[in-house]
Structure formats: structure tokens, C-alpha cells
Nanobody, 118 residues
Framework: QVQLVESGGGLVQAGGSLRLSCAASGSIPILYAMGWYRQAPGKQRELVARSFSGGSTNYADSVKGRFSISRDNAKNTVYLQMNNLQPEDTAAYYC????????????WGKGTLVTVSS
């Protein structure tokens, strides 16, 4: 099992910044992707950004150029720097670890709320 603990959410005005952190512990897979998803009220959960063991990353089109994901493998921690936040970024943000193997498991954090006021 993998446990994920998120931090860094909060309330910010449009144009502001926040940094989310997620620390993983437990039985960390050898190869895994670690990233962030978000879910706004009444909407499906969507990928925000993801970092792979080999170093590559991918982002949702809606956050490209504003958000940046980084990863500290020694600490099993992933960060999401969010700049120029907009009201449409308001959502619960969930940390995810996905095992990079056939039928790999997905692990989820409890979520942290980000609210952007206009």
C-alpha cells in the first residue's frame, strides 16, 4: 500500500499562486508516475499534471504555461507550482501514484481544496 499526504491548498485571488505538495510513503513502486488530478463541483476528475519515473511530464492543455510539476525522488514527493490562478482552477486537487506496469495500481490522496476568487 502507498499512503499519500497532500498539503498547500487554500484560498487565493485570481492571478495569485499556490504550491501543492504530496508526500508518498509505504510500499513505493519501483516505476511509477506521480501527479495531480482535480475535480470541480459537478464535473469529472481530470488530469492536471503528471511526472514519470524517467523524468518526462505531461500537462492538461488548460494549465500549460501556468502550472509546473516537479518531483523529488529521494523524498518520494511531488510538487505542483500553480501560477496565474483563475477561478476555473477552483477544485479539489488529488495526488495520484500510478504503478507503471501491466495492471498497475492507482493510489489516491484525500485531496486538498483550491479556491480562486475573482
Amino acid at each position: 500500500q502507498v499512503q499519500l499526504v497532500e498539503s498547500g491548498g487554500g484560498l487565493v485571488q485570481a492571478g495569485g499562486s499556490l504550491r501543492l505538495s504530496c508526500a508518498a510513503s509505504g510500499s513505493i513502486p519501483i516505476l511509477y508516475a506521480m501527479g495531480w488530478y482535480r475535480q470541480a463541483p459537478g464535473k469529472q476528475r481530470e488530469l492536471v499534471a503528471r511526472s514519470f519515473s524517467g523524468g518526462s511530464t505531461n500537462y492538461a492543455d488548460s494549465v500549460k504555461g501556468r502550472f509546473s510539476i516537479s518531483r523529488d525522488n529521494a523524498k518520494n514527493t511531488v510538487y505542483l507550482q500553480m501560477n496565474n490562478l483563475q477561478p476555473e482552477d477552483t477544485a479539489a486537487y488529488y495526488c495520484n501514484v500510478h504503478e507503471m506496469r501491466v495492471n498497475g495500481m492507482d493510489y489516491w490522496g484525500k485531496g486538498t481544496l483550491v479556491t480562486v476568487s475573482s
